[in-house]
Each structure stands twice: as C-alpha cells, then as structure tokens.
Nanobody, 120 residues
Framework: QVQLVESGGGLVQAGGSLRLSCAAS????????MGWYRQAPGKQRELVAG???????NYLDSVKGRFTISRDNAKNTVNLQMNSLKPEDTAVYYC??????????????WGQGTQVTVSS
C-alpha cells in the first residue's frame, strides 16, 4: 500500500506565497508522473501542474509563471511553490502519483488534500 501525505496549505493574502509538499511512503518500486490537482467549491478537479520522472513539467495556463513544481526521486516527494497567489487559486489541492509497487502493480494514488485559501 502506498500513501501520499500533503502539507503546506493554509491562509495567505493575495500576492503571497505558499509551498505545498507531498511525500509518498509504502511499498514503492518507482513513481512515474506526479502532479498537483485542485478543486474549488462547485467546480471540477483540474490539473494544476505535472512532472514526469525525468523532470518534464506542464502547467495550467492560469498558473504559468507563478507556480513551480519540483520533485525529488530519491525521497519520493513532490513540491509546488506557489507565488503571486490570487483569490481564484483558492481550492483544495491534491497530490497525485502513478506508482509501481514492489509487487509490480501499477496504480494511481491520491493524497487527502490540503486547503489553500487566498484572501483579497
């Protein structure tokens, strides 16, 4: 079993910064793509940023230039540095990873979510 545990959410004023972290633990052989999604009330969950094992990244257009995703393959962690935050960034942020377990099974797993609230 693999678990993703997020940390770093909170309340910040517009223009401020937050750093989200996600750590994977359990029976892990390797982790492929990792990403951060968010879901605001009444809206669908959307991909904010993704990163492959080799470090290629992609971003939601509205966060380009403000958010930066990074990962540490040795530590099985992924981070999301969020700068110049806007009220519309308010949402629950979820960590996501494609995991190959030690037994050879592949599955996509999610963290429990962390709340990010940006006040105007």
């Amino acid at each position: 079993q693999v678990q993703l545990v997020e940390s770093g959410g909170g309340l910040v004023q517009a223009g401020g910064s937050l750093r989200l972290s996600c750590a994977a633990s359990g029976s892990i052989f390797s982790i492929n793509a990792m990403g951060w999604y968010r879901q605001a009330p009444g809206k669908q969950r959307e991909l904010v940023a993704g990163i492959t094992r080799s470090g290629s990244t992609n971003y939601l257009d509205s966060v380009k230039g403000r958010f930066t995703i990074s990962r540490d393959n040795a530590k099985n962690t992924v981070n999301l540095q969020m700068n110049s935050l806007k009220p519309e960034d308010t949402a629950v942020y979820y960590c996501n990873a494609g995991v190959t377990s030690a037994s050879g099974s592949y599955y996509v797993t999610w963290g429990q979510g962390t709340q990010v609230t940006v006040s105007s």
